[in-house]
T-cell receptor, first 110, second 114 residues
Framework: TQLLEQSPQFLSIQEGENLTVYCNSSSVFSSLQWYRQEPGEGPVLLVTVVTGGEVKKLKRLTFQFGDARKDSSLHITAAQPGDTGLYLCAVYQGAQKLVFGQGTRLTINP | DTAVSQTPKYLVTQMGNDKSIKCEQNLGHDTMYWYKQDSKKFLKIMFSYNNKELIINETVPNRFSPKSPDKAHLNLHINSLELGDSAVYFC?????????????FGPGTRLTVL
């Protein structure tokens, strides 16, 4: 059983559409991170959320941490082909061990 | 001015061979990591070093041996390569100061074992 369950695993939409991807768990976390990985590259940190109910915006990306700090969502408005990539949520177990979800592979078609 | 670099980018080798992957970071971070990403894109930690000291060893076969000559370098040596070792290996670094810190990843090394 995965600590973090991401859904959907695959998502392919047209440019200009909105989308939401999810990261769920039955555990409570002190913080949660979202990374984006583009083909042929390593993951890059997008955001860290630390407070239950917290909402953070990064241009067209909106991240929310659940009130109970067990889940998180990423909403993209007016998706663009440059948003294509693998979106990974991750949490720390201890000070240094970062555990990832299995990711959502997002494709934005022109 | 690359922050975390890995060599080689691609590695193709035969079963049973021994190979090494090198990683360097110029961010001044104290902690470095090795991750394995399988064909389904699942990214899992293998090892973590803090100031050249092994902190995390995630039940990785002992054919895998990390070495950190200094805090800016973390290499991964793999003995007797097996087909199941084929994956993308990522090096990462972070400065652990408490709380959730950002990890900075290298571009990955795609290992193919034939």
């Amino acid at each position: 059983t995965q600590l973090l369950e991401q859904s959907p695993q695959f998502l392919s939409i047209q440019e200009g559409e909105n989308l939401t991807v999810y990261c769920n768990s039955s555990s409570v976390f002190s913080s949660l991170q979202w990374y984006r990985q583009e083909p042929g590259e390593g993951p890059v940190l997008l955001v860290t959320v630390v407070t239950g109910g917290e909402v953070k915006k990064l241009k067209r990306l909106t991240f929310q941490f659940g009130d109970a700090r067990k889940d998180s969502s990423l909403h993209i408005t007016a998706a663009q082909p440059g948003d294509t990539g693998l979106y990974l949520c991750a949490v720390y177990q201890g000070a240094q061990k970062l555990v990832f979800g299995q990711g959502t592979r997002l494709t934005i078609n022109p | 001015d690359t922050a975390v670099s890995q060599t080689p980018k691609y590695l193709v080798t035969q079963m049973g061979n021994d190979k090494s992957i090198k990683c360097e970071q110029n961010l001044g971070h104290d902690t470095m990591y090795w991750y394995k990403q399988d064909s389904k894109k699942f990214l899992k930690i293998m090892f973590s070093y803090n100031n050249k000291e092994l902190i995390i060893n995630e039940t990785v076969p002992n054919r895998f041996s990390p070495k950190s000559p200094d805090k800016a370098h973390l290499n991964l040596h793999i003995n007797s390569l097996e087909l199941g070792d084929s994956a993308v290996y990522f090096c990462a670094s972070s400065q652990v100061v408490g709380g959730a810190t950002a990890q900075y990843f290298g571009p990955g090394t795609r290992l193919t074992v034939l």
